[in-house]
């Protein structure tokens, strides 16, 4: 009988320590998510609320309290990179222009339950795709491009997220997630969560054939170049 105490408390401690931690995805009316076309010399607002017809989708990723400083900037090569994992908690655009919506308890996958942990929020379109796999599977094919007025846009490669769509993601965030089965740890607000506005950055069109090759002709001519030398 004792023995059989022993392997409970053990596993009820095991169980304990690998137990997910719980986030929310919830934002304020202070730190909203905007639909950026000025790249391409068109406009800008808070993405369209699910009320209007257009659905957005949003995607929470974690990793390692030191691989980032709260409220700095991930770019496209970090995000790829494979030190962000998915924590599986998702949400979509509420009724609000440029607010999420969520479930208040939400178990985060390779989140230990009250771990401080980085964060980010990806947000896309749905004319981007419908889920986050299809996303982080087209992310290859993207290239953060200057437009007008010092504005980026996305410019993707054949077969990649198509062109009006729009992606983007917050600046870092950081914070212990809440135990398991509570209502979960909210993820903006004032730094060192999440604060300010993030930037959906519109996909302009795809570039024409002829001048990927062109591009790539360049490319070439440049890696024989630096050979010479």
Known sequence: MKKLVVTLSLV?????AFAQGSITIVNSSSTTFHTNS????????NAQAASGGGNYFYEVL???STVAAPGSAVNLASLISGTWSDTGVSGVNSGVAGRTSGASITS?????????????????????????????SNLTKLVLTPGNGGNNYW???PGGLAPGSFLGWTVVGQVASNP?????????????LISGNTDLL???AVPEPATLALAGLGAAALMIFRRRK
């Open 38 to 45: 000025l790249g391409i010399g068109a406009a800008a607002g």
């Open 108 to 136: 985060a996958n390779n989140w230990a339950a009250s771990a401080v942990q980085d964060y980010l929020v990806v947000g896309w379109s749905a004319t981007a795709g419908a889920n986050w796999s299809q996303i982080n």
């Open 180 to 192: 398991s089965g509570q209502p979960g740890a909210g993820l903006f607000g004032a730094s060192p």
């Open 155 to 157: 410019t993707s490669l």
């Open 202 to 204: 519109v996909v302009g």
């Open 12 to 16: 009820a401690l095991a169980t304990g």
């Open 62 to 64: 974690t990793a390692a």
